[in-house]
Structures are given as C-alpha cells and as structure tokens.
C-alpha cells in the first residue's frame, strides 16, 4: 500500500516538475512516507526525519514532509515533536499534495491536512508513476473489520471502492506504458463492492490487452468466496498465489482478535485451493504473542503452520498499537515470550519454505522477467506465477517477456534455473 502512495505522489509531483533524486543533500523536497502497524516502524520515522535536520540548518528553503499512516495518526503532534518538518499530509489527502507545497513555500508557514473522507473524489488516484514491468492499481481504499489488534480503520477510514471503469482506465494506460504485470490493492481487496462484484473485476482486468498476468493483495479469510477460487481455473493470466493472512492458528485468539472466521473455516478455503490448483502457492501473516496467547494457543497455530504447508510467512510479534482494542487488554506478554515463539515459528517456516522450493527443482515455468538480478548484473530476474524469485543467465533484451525457464536449484528466498 505505502509503496503505491509513494507512486501516487510522485506522480502529482512530476506535473509539478519535480524529479527524484537518490541523493538527499541535493533534494528540494523530502518527504518521508509512513507506516504505523507496528511500534517499530513509527520509530523509524522519528529516527529517519532526525537525520535530515541537519539538511535543513544547511538549506532553509529544502521542504520536509511526513505522509502515512503516522502522519494521520499522530496529526499536528508531529510538528511539535519535529519542528523542522514543514507538511504533514495524511492518507486521504495525498491527491492535495501539491497545493501544500505551494502554501507551506508561499506562505512560508507548516500545514497539516489529516481529513478523512466518506468517498474518493476524481483524481485522487493518478495513473500510477512507475518504470519497469510491473505496477499496484488501488481498486479501494480503508477497512471495515476492525480487528482488535489493527490500526488501520482508525489511519486509512472506512472502505470505499472505486468505480470499476476508472481501474480498467488505469491499467489500459498502464499496459500502453509496457506494464505487463498488474496488482490491484485494497486493504480488504475481496472486499471492494464498487459497481460490479471483486471477481467480475478480476475478470475485465485479465481482458486488457498487454496485461499478462494478474495479482492482488490483501484478502481477508472471511470474504473469500467459492466463485472467486474457481476464477483462478477460468483465467489463464490470474497469478497461482495467494496471500491469505490467518494471523493466528488458535480458535480462542481469533475470537479475541476478532476475525470472524475459525480455523477449520480456514483451512477448508486452503484444502480447495490445494485440490484445485496444485501449483498455488499460499503466504499468510502470523502475530505472536498477542495478549492472553497461551502456550497451547501457540501450540494451535503451530500446527496450523505445518498442517498448510505456507510457501512463506510473515510473522511479527504483536505489537500494541494506540487507539486499538487489544492495547487496552490486561495481560499483554513479556518481551522474551513473544521473541521465543517468534524465533521458533521463523525457524519452521524457513524448513518448510526450503523445502517448497526444491519440491519445483526440474520443472520448467513461466517467468515473467523483470530486469537485471540484483545479486549479479549478467543475470535476469523474475517470478513465477507462484511468486518464486528466479534468477537465470540470458540476454537483458528479454525484460518484459513472458519466458521458459527449468529449475535447477532452490534456496530459502530463490530459485535459480536457465532458459
């Protein structure tokens, strides 16, 4: 999601002929984009702006901002903390991006604009600003669930959806760009209720010329449905990965998180896709250590862990977020417990993961390439329609080419194999 922000802006900012820069000591305009999920990635934030200040008693007409989730969350507190900072826009307000500029350079003054907003207006979502091969559409923004656990309701609002026709329009500029790859975005994704229904969607972007394969992020397990499991048999270019996060594999904490699905719910959704498609690959989120997770709680999703057989996971100890339910629960867990199970779930994801992989050494797939490796520059990179990361020798005029390519080796986050 922030990542596609962050290509929002650019794109208001590039009519505004701004141009990126990799070097901070050159730049006009810094803006810092923000998460807030978990407590250390606010830090971040106050840490990464403190290294900039020293850019600003050098330059005082340099422009720094701060955009995100801690930016709606925190609000005008943030100019108190960091008096340097001269915008603070939050995530409904990116679209009014530069019309803060100009004041806070006009006027000479600080601005924040945190409004949240009950629908999205025309132009809030530019076509996105991307090189490459691939692209993150939103189809709709905010969430409904409030989970107990969860900021987001508080910091991205209550779901809206996009007309379906403006999502069509973006990807059609993008695949005339030479996009080849796109994914549609929504915190709730299977969720969107725009004027037609999520797997209809799905449907109409798979039908746009250029577009060779399709993605999309994040699905709640609740809103899963059958029709749009067996959409994946009836379009060629639907990616064969799903990420479905669980967060827990203990009936009694999903309660508590406020899921609204058990785990038998859950893994019946899995075993159809397993049946159906044998190779979808399936990635999940897990939260460790949430207030009042017993030992035997852990036990639970443990042996949710091996039972699904996750391609990947990713897994954090739970963090007590400001606002939220959970934070005000009285029996929150050490520190030392919940790094011990997160160090044992990380551990038996790694063996599972490992062995994923070599389960594809042999067989020859579908690679969509991506540009130059990043380990090694005479080599090509690209994904699976798994979403394995494939590194292989070839010619760099082959990026943006749909390839065959066999499968030599697997390690832990890659594949090697050759054309």
Known sequence: MNENDTERMLAFLKDHRYRPTDTPDRADLILINTCSIRDKAEQKVYSTAGRYKRLKRNNPELVIGISGCVAQQKGGELLKRMPYVDIVVGTHNIHRLTEL?????????QVV???????????????PEVDG??????CMRGCDNYCTYCIVPYVRGREVSRPHRDVI???RRLADRGIKEVTL????????????????LLRMVC????????????SHPKDISEELIYLFGEEEKLARSMHLPIQAG??????????RYTVKEYLKKVSLFRRLYRDVSISTDMIVGFPGETEEDFRETMEVVRTVGFDSIFSFKYSPRPGTEAATYTDQLPEDVKQRRLEELQATQREITIRRNRLLVGRRMKVLVEGESKLDRTELTGRTTCNRIVNFPGDKGLTGSMVDVTIRVAYANSLRGEL
Do not use: H
């Not at 203990?250 to 899921?259: G, I, T, W």
């Open 133 to 138: 091969v691939k692209a993150y559409v939103s």
């Open 101 to 109: 500029l100009k004041r806070v350079r006009e006027e000479k003054t």
């Open 113 to 127: 604009s945190t409004e949240l907003y009950g629908s999205i207006e025309s132009g809030e979502f530019p076509t």
């Open 169 to 171: 329009e973006d990807i």
């Open 207 to 218: 039908r746009v010329d250029g577009i060779e394969r399709v993605r999309f992020l994040t």
């Open 185 to 200: 975005l929504g915190q709730n994704v299977n969720s969107y209720c725009g004027d037609v229904s999520f797997p209809e």
């Open 250 to 259: 203990s009936d009694r904490v999903l309660e508590r998180m406020k899921r």
